[in-house]
C-alpha cells in the first residue's frame, strides 16, 4: 500500500495569522483547534505548522531559543496536545517546521558558547578570527563580531540566527534528541527548513561574484561535501518512526541539485521551487518545468506541488490578480502529478499586502533590505519600493473569516495589519455561493480524493500547445484528462476519446461534443469511459 503522504494534501498554517483563540491578536492552538472543521470539510489531509516553538521572533519563529518549549503567543503545550489530538481524531496529519541550521542568539546554547573561547559548547556554532566575504541571505556580511571573545560568527540569516556547527558530533545528538521529542509527541513528520545550509566548506574560502547578475555565487556556504550523508542519517532516524513525512526546503530552483535530496533513503521530497517560486505568469515556462521535472524525476521522486507560500507573494497576486486564473492554477496544483500544498488564505483568494508605512513592517528580511537601500544613498520612497519587494509580510496578514474589523481573525488588533482589500477576499462570503474560489477548491479536493488517477496516477501524456497545458493521468484502469486554457482566447479542441465523462470546469460549461470550445482561462477535467469488449 502507499505511504499516506503520497495521496494526501497539505495545508500550510503561518501560525500567528490563521486564527486567534485568545483575543490578543496573535494566532495560536486554540485558534487553530477552533477551525479543524472548516479544514475538515475543505478537503485537506495534512497540516504544515509554521515554527511554534519559544522564540524572540526577530524572524517570526524561525529563530528557535528553545526548541522543547511551545511559544506562550500561541498557547501551552497542553493547548498544543490537544490540538494534535483533535486534529488526528479528524483523520488529519501534522507535520510540523524544524529549523536545525541555527538557533536564535538567545538561545542557551549560543550563550554559552559566547561567553569564553574556551567554553565546552564554543565548537557548537561556527567562529573565526577574521570573516570571509561570505554574505547573509538577508543582506550583508554573514559574520558579525563579538567583542566579549573577540571572534566573529557565522549567520547565514539575520545576526541573531546563528548557524549551528554540524561538524560537531554532539550538535548532532542535541538536534536528534529534539527530533524525537516531536515525534514522541504525535507529530507526523517534518519541513525541514533550509536544510541544504546544514554544512559550510571548512576551508572557509572566499565565493565568487557574478559580475553580469552583481551578486554572491554562494559556492562554499551550501549543498556541501557530505549534506547528503547527513540527509540520509536524519532520514533513517526519523523513519525508525512508522508512518513519517519529511519534506525538505532545499534552497535552490535547480533540478538537478533539488533531486539529490529526495528518495533513495533520503528525504520523501523536496518543494519545488523551479515550478512554485515563477515570478509572473507564463503557461509556456509552467509546462517547461512541470515537463523537465518530470523528465529529472522519472518514476523514483515525487514532486511537489505549490505557488504559495508565507515567504513568497500569493499566486493571485503575481499572476494577474485574477480569479479565474486563480481556479486554474488550483486545478493543475490538485490534478497534476506531485504533493500539493496549499497556502492557508490562497482558497479565498487573498491578496498581497504592500505596505506604505516602514513602521508597519515586520518582516526582518524587509526592514533589512530597506536599511542597506538607505545606506547605499538611496531615497526613503526608493528605499520602501525595495523593502516591499524582500518584504515577506506581503502573504502573512491575518486569515480573513469575515468581514468585521478585524477580519474576523481576532478580537482585537492583529500583531500585523488586515489589509484595505479585505472585502476581495472573505471565507463567510464564499462558503455558501457554489460558484466561489472557496467552492471550487472543495470541488477539486473531493475529485482528487475519489479518483485514484488524479491522488495516486501516472502521466500517460503531458502537452502544451496555444497557452493549452493538457495531460493525462492513469492508475487501476482510470483514465482522467485534464485541460487548462491558459489564454485569454477561445481554443477548440478534439478530445481523443469519444466516450468520456465531464467531471469539472470552472465555468460551468457542459461539455458534450467530440470537439469542445474553451473559454478563456478555463479549465475542464474529465474522465475517459473505458469500453468493454464482450
Known sequence: MDKWWKQSTFYEIYIPSFMDGNGDGIGDFQGITSKLDYLKELGIDGIWLTPFYESPKVDNGYDISDYYKIDSDYGTMGDFE???????????????????????????????????RNHPKRDWYIWR????????????????????????????????????????????KAMFDVIKFWLDKGIDGFRLDVINFLKVNDSFLNNPFDEKKQEQIHLHDKDQEGILLLIEEIAKFVHQYPDKFLVGEVGSENLNILKQYSGNNKLDVVFNFNIGSIE????????????????????????????????????????????????????????????????????????????????????????????????????????????????????????????????GFSTNEPWINVPAELHLAIMEDQQDDPNSLLSFYKKLLRLRKKHVALHAGNYEYLHYKDDIITFAKTKQSEKIVVVLNFSDEKKSIELKSQIHILLLTN?????????????????????EKIRICE
Open 82 to 116: 490537544t490540538f494534535i489530538q483533535e486534529a488526528h481524531h479528524r483523520g488529519i496529519r501534522v507535520i510540523a517546521d524544524l529549523v536545525l541550521n541555527h538557533t536564535s542568539s538567545e538561545h542557551q546554547w549560543f550563550q554559552e558558547s559566547k561567553s569564553s
Open 129 to 172: 578570527d577574521e570573516p570571509n566575504n561570505w554574505e547573509s541571505f538577508f543582506g550583508g556580511s554573514a559574520w558579525e563580531y563579538d567583542k566579549t571573545t573577540k571572534q566573529y560568527y557565522y549567520h547565514a540569516f539575520a545576526r541573531e540566527q546563528v548557524d549551528l556547527n554540524w561538524h560537531n558530533p554532539e550538535v548532532k
Open 280 to 407: 509572473e505568469f507564463d503557461a509556456s515556462q509552467l509546462y517547461q518545468q512541470l515537463a523537465a521535472t518530470e523528465e529529472t524525476y522519472k518514476e523514483c521522486q515525487i514532486p511537489t506541488l505549490f505557488f504559495s507560500s508565507h515567504d513568497m507573494s500569493r499566486h493571485i497576486s503575481r499572476f494577474g490578480n485574477r480569479e479565474d486564473r486563480a481556479k486554474l492554477v488550483a486545478t493543475l496544483m490538485l490534478t497534476a502529478k506531485g504533493i500539493p500544498f496549499i497556502y492557508n488564505g490562497d482558497e479565498i483568494g487573498m491578496r498581497d499586502w504592500i505596505t506604505d508605512d516602514i513602521n508597519k513592517m515586520k518582516d526582518i528580511q524587509g526592514i533589512t533590505a530597506y536599511k542597506l537601500a538607505l545606506k547605499e544613498g538611496k531615497s526613503h520612497d526608493e528605499a520602501l519600493i525595495i523593502a516591499n519587494e524582500k518584504s515577506r509580510d506581503k502573504s502573512r496578514t491575518p486569515m480573513q473569516w469575515n468581514g468585521n474589523t478585524y477580519a
Open 507 to 527: 465555468k460551468n460549461i457542459s461539455k458534450e461534443e467530440n470537439v469542445i470550445t474553451l473559454l478563456s482561462n478555463e479549465a475542464i477535467i474529465y474522465k
